[in-house]
């Protein structure tokens, strides 16, 4: 009842991560500023989650440095995640990009043996692979077959194995850290390589209009804390594996919300790719469940 219970969570917070791409859509400031405010406002919002208990900010100053450190490594990793992908679309076409940073849960499974000695079932692997399927269903259409693509492909490719290493640290981190003490210092560090990294680039940090400003906060709220952090949170009890395997269903959500905010419709194959995933989703998550052995 407890696995149940998590993985409907993280169903659901996988669908509030879902909404990023409705307000990276209002939003007129370029991608990685996005990111910044993003991550950057979560941690100002969960700040006070961290400074108001005693015990989460004992749990903070007891925080060796190498745990500190590899709490910093953590928000470098998302940084360059965002970083690299969002390089990889100036080159590849969004179905592409989509489609091989979706292979991250193959990256966390990869990990999660060398690493943790985890093995994932026949079963769960069939059930990754028919939702990695659907997301290439989804995708198909816009495929681009060129040397710059190319570059961008692997910009993409290289970025899922980067969000696959931040998910085991969490995992690991997560055994011994509440998620607040983790996800504030691990935001900050991950907003500062974001803004470096907008600056250097010469991006405007400021003097953007109405609509972009409540974008950054949406995302923050929405698809941050009620989606990103509460992964954070789930990683104490389920594996980078299975949390990387969720994400899968972000584009089922994301074609939802779509469809009613802003009126897109949804096609044959999105429909299919849909089936695809949830399908996949439900072997990977249920069948165990279903067979008793969790």
């Known amino acids: 009842m407890n696995n149940i219970k998590n993985y409907g969570l993280l169903m659901l917070s996988v669908f509030f991560m879902s909404a990023s791409a409705i307000f990276v859509k209002l939003s007129s400031a370029p991608s990685a500023v996005t990111a910044f405010y993003r991550l950057f406002i979560t941690s100002c919002i969960l700040l006070p989650c961290l400074l108001i208990s005693k015990e989460k900010l004992a749990e903070y100053k007891s925080l060796t440095k190498k ?62 692979l028919l939702a990695i399927l659907g997301v290439v269903v989804i995708a198909w259409g816009d495929f681009k077959i060129s040397d710059e693509a190319f570059f961008g492909d692997i ?14 640290i969490g995992q690991i981190v997560r055994k011994h850290v509440t998620a607040v003490t983790y996800s504030v210092p691990c935001y900050f560090a991950s907003s500062f390589f974001l803004a470096l990294y907008a600056i250097t680039l010469g991006q405007p940090m400021l003097g953007f209009d109405t609509q972009t400003w409540f974008a950054f906060v949406g995302i923050a709220i929405v698809s941050t804390i009620g989606g990103q952090f509460i992964l954070n ?8 594996t299975s949390v990387t395997t969720g994400i899968l269903g972000e584009p089922v959500g994301t074609i939802i919300l779509a469809f009613f905010i802003l009126g897109e419709t949804i096609s044959l194959r999105q429909l299919a790719g849909i089936i695809l995933i949830m399908g996949g989703l439900g072997i990977y998550f249920f069948y165990p469940i279903l067979k008793g052995k969790k």
């Open 233 to 240: 949170l789930l990683l104490k009890d389920l594996s980078a």
């Open 155 to 168: 910009l993409s490719l290289a970025s899922a194995g980067v969000i696959s290493a931040y998910f085991l």
């Open 67 to 128: 745990q500190l450190g590899i709490i910093v490594v953590s928000g470098l990793l998302i940084a360059v995640h965002y970083v690299m992908w969002f390089e990889s679309l100036r080159f590849t076409s969004v179905s592409s990009s989509t489609v091989l940073v979706s292979l991250q849960p193959l990256y966390s499974m990869l990990f999660g043996y060398i690493f943790l000695k985890e093995k994932v079932s026949g079963v769960g692997l069939f059930g990754c």
